[in-house]
């Protein structure tokens, strides 16, 4: 009994296939390394598609910094607004 794996020993070990929508290259990785990967590289001859492992988990700084500016300004526009009478 002590030689037999446990669930997690066989979760960590499985491989995942990635088929390029681009190219069709099969990319096998191990769970474990994709888990710990935001965005994976096709290995396919000349093909730069990026499979996205995190989906909705990355903040758009971008976005983030636009609302916080019009945050800032509607702030200043309403604090300017009432000094003026």
């Known amino acids: 009994m002590g030689d037999t794996p446990n669930f997690r020993d066989v979760r960590a070990a499985a491989r995942i296939l990635l088929i390029c929508p681009d190219c069709g290259q ?3 990785e191990l769970a474990d390394k994709l888990r710990a990967m935001s965005m ?3 290995n396919g ?3 730069d598609y990026i499979f996205d492992l ?3 988990r990355r903040t758009d700084f971008g976005k983030g910094f636009v609302d ?11 604090m300017r607004g009432q000094r003026a009478r």
């Open 26 to 28: 099969e990319n096998s």
């Open 45 to 47: 001859d000349d093909c």
């Open 68 to 78: 916080a500016c019009k945050r800032f300004y509607a702030a200043f526009y309403t």
């Open 54 to 56: 995190a989906p909705g």
């Open 40 to 42: 994976y590289y096709c």
